[in-house]
């Protein structure tokens, strides 16, 4: 629960900005930041694949070791609008291990740097927390110079 309006317009006034503006939904959806933001960030849609979202909306009692119950109102308001904003292409089309956008091969690629002992300080918990490193992780942004390095980590992150 947290700046969930005010992330919303974010969402949207960031979408005019060209580099990795694919990643923003082209409508921020309340609902969805307010109860998919609650424990961790808010992923942008376009991170996983249709089928992917189509999975864990469809097994949120059983949400990656947690439960993430909701009505069956809201699960088909936030389904419904994640399947409009999944992402597409190649890299996203791909079935991403455990519909986990962590276990990807984009994304084990794009991370391939970063030391292991960091994914595991305190600060950061497991790689789901985008936001421990990128600033702007919850308005799905992810330009390198919106990184920091997370309390606890020696040198710099790159
Ligand atoms: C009660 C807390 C809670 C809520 C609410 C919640 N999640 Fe999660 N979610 C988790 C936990 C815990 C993980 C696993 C994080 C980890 O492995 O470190 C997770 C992981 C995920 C992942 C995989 C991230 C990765 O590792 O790639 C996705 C996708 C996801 N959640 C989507 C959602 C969506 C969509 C909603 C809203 C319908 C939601 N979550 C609401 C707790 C929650
Ligand atoms: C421990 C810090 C850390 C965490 C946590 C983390 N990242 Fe990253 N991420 C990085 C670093 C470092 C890079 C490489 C930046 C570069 O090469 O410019 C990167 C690169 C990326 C890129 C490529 C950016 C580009 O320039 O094209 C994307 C997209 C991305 N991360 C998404 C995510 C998502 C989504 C999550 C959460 C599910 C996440 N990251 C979690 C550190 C992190």
Redesign the pocket.
Known sequence: MRTSFFAGLTWLAASACASDSAMRPSQALPL?TQ??????TV?APA??SAA??SR??GN?GR??????S?EPAQ?QT?GRW?QTEAGTGRKRDKA?P???????DW?VHEHRKVPSYVWQLASV?????CSACHTRADEGSFRGRELRAPVGMKGRLE
């Open positions: 969805y109860e998919c933001g609650a424990c961790h992923y991170l996983l992917s979202w864990v909306m949120l949400h990656y070791g947690s439960d993430a909701l699960i936030i994640l991403s455990e519909d986990r956008i962590t276990r990807a994304f918990k497991s790689a789901s927390q």
